[in-house]
Each structure stands twice: as C-alpha cells, then as structure tokens.
T-cell receptor, first 112, second 115 residues
C-alpha cells in the first residue's frame, strides 16, 4: 500500500532556531516528492518538487533532501521566523499517471 | 495577479440539500482538481479534470459531482448522498496533467458544515 508518513506530528521551536521535518514513504513506482506549506485556513503552497535524480533542492530558507534508496526526505528550515508557523505537507507522486499520496503533515509553531 | 479563487469561504448545508462550491482559475492551467481535507488526515482526491469536458473520479468521488464546461471553472457539487460532508474543500490546478510532475496551485478553500 502506498503510504507517506511524516514526523514529528507537531513541533515547537524558538524564533531563529533551525529545524528538520521528516518524511518516509513506501510508494512504488516513485515519480517525485513535493513539500508544501499550509497556513491555517489557507490552501497549501508549493515549496519544492524533487525527482528521483535530485538529492537536494532549496527555496530560500527551506532546503529539502531526498534519499531515494532509503525512501526518506527531510525539510530543513534555517533561522526560523514567526511566519514559518504552519503545517508542512510531504506529497509523493506515483508513476506516470501522477497519482499523489499526501502525508498528514507536521504542524510547526515558531515562538518568539 | 494570477491565481485560484474559491467561493464561498464558508458554506452551510441543510439535510437533503445539494450545495455547489465554486472554483475559478486565471492561470491558464489545463488540469484542475478537487480535494477534501479532514482534521488529522492527508488530502484526498475527489475529482480530477485534465481538459474541458473531461473529468475522472478520484479516491472519494461518491456523493460528489463536477462539471468542466470552461477551462477556467471547475465547480463541485456536494449532493445529499454525501452523508458526511463536513470538511475543508480545496481546489487546485496545474499547468498540465498530473503525470507531468508540475506543482499544483491551490485556492484558499471552502469550509463546509452541516446545519
């Protein structure tokens, strides 16, 4: 069964600190892996998309990594800001048809 | 600014009533999608349309219907057959079909509740 598991479920950090969110997947055949940021009551916004051959992709203070061998991805947030408080969703694309498997998200709270 | 507009932001449904959620995009995207988001769960696909006048059922299509008469518009009807409609509904679009690996752009959702 295709699944995407994210950890931790929630996380609280102080402003200015770094953090790393994890995503493990059991999806076959793998097509791509995406990270989205979703503010409360808003729609998700795309942060990165990585294909099988990409190990790292950055978007400002957000850096995503992908290890296709271990089927793991991480999202690293550097020098966190209050505006980083949101849910971060890992999404894996399946095969050529493009079905997407969504994780349940990690809820990040950045405190002053 | 280009984007996706969903309306209304909040919607209440009475027993036995059909309600329609609006989704309009001005991104000139071919593909459009409807998702349902429940607390503690990942997004689930309701319907997907790759081109005008064509759409396909997603994982949880029962109790829902859609139309795609114009490229810009993809309304979702929640019928009385959907017994648990309370959820956050998200519309999305992508430049090409979902198999092309393009990012999906989301609207800001409609929150549907039962009266």
């Amino acid at each position: 069964k295709n699944q995407v598991e994210q950890s931790p479920q929630s996380l609280i950090i102080l402003e200015g600190k770094n953090c790393t969110l994890q995503c493990n997947y059991t999806v076959s055949p793998f097509s791509n892996l995406r990270w989205y940021k979703q503010d409360t009551g808003r729609g998700p916004v795309s942060l990165t998309i990585m294909t099988f051959s990409e190990n790292t992709k950055s978007n400002g203070r957000y850096t995503a990594t992908l290890d296709a061998d271990t089927k793991q991805s991480s999202l690293h947030i550097t020098a966190s800001q209050l505006s980083d408080s949101a849910s971060y969703i890992c999404v894996v694309g399946v095969g050529s048809q493009g079905n997407l498997i969504f994780g349940k998200g990690t809820k990040l709270s950045v405190k002053p | 600014d280009g984007g996706i507009t969903q309306s209304p932001k909040y919607l209440f449904r009475k027993e036995g009533q059909n309600v329609t959620l609006s989704c309009e995009q001005n991104l000139n995207h071919d593909a459009m999608y409807w998702y349902r988001q429940d607390p503690g769960q990942g997004l689930r696909l309701i319907y997907y349309s790759q081109i005008v006048n064509d759409f396909q059922k997603g994982d949880i299509a029962e109790g829902y219907s859609v139309s795609r008469e114009k490229k810009e518009s993809f309304p979702l009807t929640v019928t009385s057959a959907q017994k648990n409609p309370t959820a956050f509904y998200l519309c999305a679009s992508s430049l090409w079909g979902r198999g092309a690996g393009q990012p999906q752009h989301f609207g800001d959702g409609t929150r549907l509740s039962i009266l």
